[in-house]
């Protein structure tokens, strides 16, 4: 029960922009996913334009997620917190 309580503890303290970041990541995910599976989420007619449109999106969003440090776990925001104060002690 302790580590659940401490996981929830430690997602309370993840930035905005990391949650902002997880759910075009998600989007994109379920996007491509509907495309795939003949799901149609877009006026456009020609399929090929809207199946590189939809990998195009999963790969920016996907490499948005990825090239940022989201720190979603206790010891990772512990880390973030100490390099922070070393960039301002420098």
Sequence with gaps: MDKIKTALISL???TPSSWIRLALLLASVIGVALRLFGGDFTAENEELAKDVAAVI?????SAAAYWK??????AA???DAILAALKRNK
Excluded: G
């Excluded at 999106?57 to 969003?61: I, N």
């Excluded at 440090?69 to 206790?74: D, K, R």
């Design 12 to 14: 309370r303290n993840v």
């Design 57 to 61: 999106v999963l790969a920016v969003s």
């Design 69 to 74: 440090n989201n720190s979603f776990t206790e």
């Design 77 to 79: 925001q512990a880390a």
